[in-house]
């Protein structure tokens, strides 16, 4: 069982190479052509460029080989952790709140996914379906219950 988001780092740092080995050569010639390097624009972005695309594709492969040691069998199954899917009841609304505790490259707060390092998911993390947690935000104290879990296992099941 492989993490999803390791399909998408991987096709980015192919994204990333390709781009050093074919894009970036090209403008430093195109660049380099226009004559004196010393004032030319052109070629001081390219390098820059360059520079940049090495750095994130370290990161990448760095983040790659750090995620591709996880495994989700060494995930529990029972309690709320990384890759889980939680359903909450907000104790004051009664409102649903869903939240999915995803790696920091997938973070998207506006549907829902956030990081295991956030303060929600940091007071979520080793919970289990019925317990109540109260978390303190920046904006005041939340107390929810949780109804639902479905924990990475199942997530990655239904892929």
Do not use: C, W
């Amino acid at each position: 069982m492989e993490l999803p988001i390791l399909t998408k780092l991987r096709d980015e740092l192919k994204d990333v190479e390709r781009e050093l080995r074919v894009d970036v050569p090209r403008e430093l010639r195109t660049a380099a052509a226009h004559g004196d390097l010393r004032e030319n624009s052109e070629y001081e972005a390219a390098k820059h460029r360059q520079s940049f695309l090495q750095a994130r594709a370290g990161q990448l492969s760095q983040r790659i080989n750090s995620l591709s040691s996880l495994n989700p069998d060494d995930i529990p199954r029972d309690v709320i952790g990384f890759g889980s899917k939680v359903y909450l009841e907000d104790m004051a609304s009664g409102d649903e709140v869903v939240y999915e505790l995803v790696t920091p490259e997938e973070v998207d707060p506006k549907i829902g996914k956030i990081s295991v390092g956030s303060p929600i998911g940091r007071a979520l993390l080793n919970k289990e379906e019925g317990d109540d947690i109260t978390i303190i935000l920046p904006s005041g104290t939340k107390e929810y219950g949780v109804t639902r879990l479905e924990t990475i296992h199942e997530l990655l099941l239904k892929e």
